[in-house]
């Protein structure tokens, strides 16, 4: 569990990060959300010590992080970012090796856990091990990035904005590839976005941050129906609302009983999926595999605030 | 293709010179004045060229050493506040004339190979300091904040990262240092350093154009030889980095 008590960081006589207090349970994912200059990064960096806080604490496990030398801090928490930040004169082995290297594992347990990443990453270990960053794709430079930051089986993962550098079609793959990953570990995630809709796709907590200030911390479906703020409304944007409502919760979640025409919907497609299926066909209801309907009337009902 | 033969032919050109100058003699007779000897033989050009090596890898181990210490040094912590002197003291060890450096040296290390190294080591400080110093301080952002997030002492990142990834540019500067105390050295004779100048210093006293010509040429292919080995050691610094 990670305690994040009353911190601030003050930069010249202004506050970047002011009295912000939240509390991420182990094995959660909780996305920092807000505009560039919000304090959301700075606050993902004082929790690894990056940023040294003004004032306040951060608690990792009951643990005080202000009571380790910060490089050893850092050793225990995963770390990355937009542009990956891969080292160029070492191969994509040896960059997934650092922090193991740092914690002197033996050869052969570093070796067997680049090796388990690479392949839990879906890159072939045989093939890119000994390949260097700059012969990586954009998709596969972020996944070592990723890899290289879990490679000590940290307990706590932070990311900045690790999909900023990747287009669309990568970035959702990336994406759910993550949450996958994440569920599979357990690791407890803190995801740094300006995307509110990757908050939405990602996030069990949402963090709201704007000038420095934490406006509002709850799950997604609150956030989007019961918004703390005027600005937490403009960031989810009013269009979007029941779209986003709607991509939080499965089929699965909703099937009934009954019959419907057409091709079968999977149950772990999202609602706004069958939605758009719906309209596309102009369909009224849907099969889903293994057995049930979902109707469009039921769609509805759950694209609003109850 | 051909940048690697010229330099090959160069080379053995230059090796058949120096085992055994003599075969070359009627190619610089005609260099000569009545009948004087074509080939400096009063000592064996091939111990001066092995001495002139010697003294121009020394000192240009001595800049690298220097150089590369203080561009340590005035990139982290408390050091940055000396960059400007460090950029100052460096610059004058440029323009202060070598030349002078020796005449000024002689009273202190008396004749022979000191007071040359000294006048090398000032001289060729500048470019290694300066590259090192570029090499140093425009390493990419998100490569620093990793090296920093992933636990590296600020020790570790020096060995590990700071300067593997500043080696291209500090190969640079050696080369320019190299390049440039390799022909400096040759005034190093007029205080009896053994360097290949005695060639042509004899050549200037007694107005024989060959010598002047063959210390010369020994030292220009000497330096295009090291200028390429230099070149070829930061292309594969900067290939395996993929900045090629």
Redesign the interface.
Known sequence: MIEIRHLTRVYDGVPVVNDVSLTIGTGELAVLVGTSGSGKTTLLRMI?R?VQPTSGQVLVEGVDTATLPA??????IG?A?????????RTVAQNIA??PR?LGWPRARIDARVDELLALFQLDPATFRNR????LSGGQAQRV?VA?ALAAKPDLLLMDEPFGALDPLIRAKAQADLRAIQQKLGTTLILVTHDMQEAVDLGDRIAVMDGGRLLQYDHPARILTQPAAPFVRDLIGATDRPLRLLSLKTVGDLAQPGDAEGPAIPPEATLHDALAECLWTGRTALPVQGGGIVTLDALRAEARPR | MIRRILPALAGLALLAFLISPGSFAPLFQPFTRNNAPAIYTQTSLLSLTLSHLAIVALAVAASTVAGLVLAILVTRGAGREFLPLARTVTAVGQTFPPVAVLALAVPVLGFGTGPTLVALFLYGLLPVFENALAGLSNQPAPVAEAARAMGLTPRQRLWQIDLPLALPLLLAGMRLTAVISLGTATIGSTVAARTLGEVIIAGLLSSNTAFVLQGGLVVGILAVLIHHAFQAAEVRARRRMGLD
Not at chain 1, 71 to 76: G, V
Not at chain 1, 81 to 89: D, M, S, V
């Open positions: 690894n990056l490089h050893l801090l850092r050793r225990r770390y970012i937009q542009g990956h930040g891969l080292f160029p004169h650092t922090v740092l260097m960053p700059h012969q990035g290289r």
